[in-house]
């Protein structure tokens, strides 16, 4: 069984910066393609950003693109976020999936119906 538990997050003034991170339990972290999302209240859940099991490809979101940056550690099995220039409509509850790979190492998905396993979710909350 995969497990995922989310952390970093908080509560921070616009223009500041969070960290986030995701470790996940279990081998074969390698094989996994890995993913934020975040979900506001009465909102969908939406994408933020993704990288390959690989780490050689990401993806984000326009929305974060130059703000948010997604990265892994295969060695610690944790994927990171740090987020910078938050403003407040990043304020939601983020969350990390993991989509087991079997074939396409350099794959980024962005559909949240694609990924097997979901962390609990940490919140972030941007004040202006």
């Known amino acids: 069984q995969v497990q995922l538990v989310e952390s970093g997050g908080g509560l921070v003034q616009a223009g500041g910066s969070l960290r986030l991170s995701c470790a996940v339990s279990?081998?074969?972290?390698?094989?996994?393609?890995m993913g934020w999302f975040r979900q506001a209240p009465g909102k969908e859940r939406e994408f933020v950003a993704a990288?390959?099991?690989?780490?050689?490809?990401?993806n984000y979101a326009d929305s974060v693109k130059g703000r948010f940056t997604i990265s892994r550690d295969n060695a610690k099995n944790t994927v990171y976020l740090p987020m910078s220039s938050l403003k407040p409509e990043d304020t939601a509850v983020y969350y990390c999936?993991?989509?087991?790979?079997?074939?396409?190492?350099?794959?980024?998905?962005?559909?949240?119906?694609?990924?097997?396993?979901w962390g609990q979710g940490t919140q972030v909350t941007v004040s202006s």
């Open positions: 999936a993991a989509k087991g790979i079997l074939y396409d190492y350099t794959g980024t998905y962005a559909g949240p119906n694609e990924y097997d396993y």
């Open positions: 279990g081998r074969s972290f390698s094989r996994y393609a």
């Open positions: 990288i390959s099991s690989n780490n050689d490809h990401t």
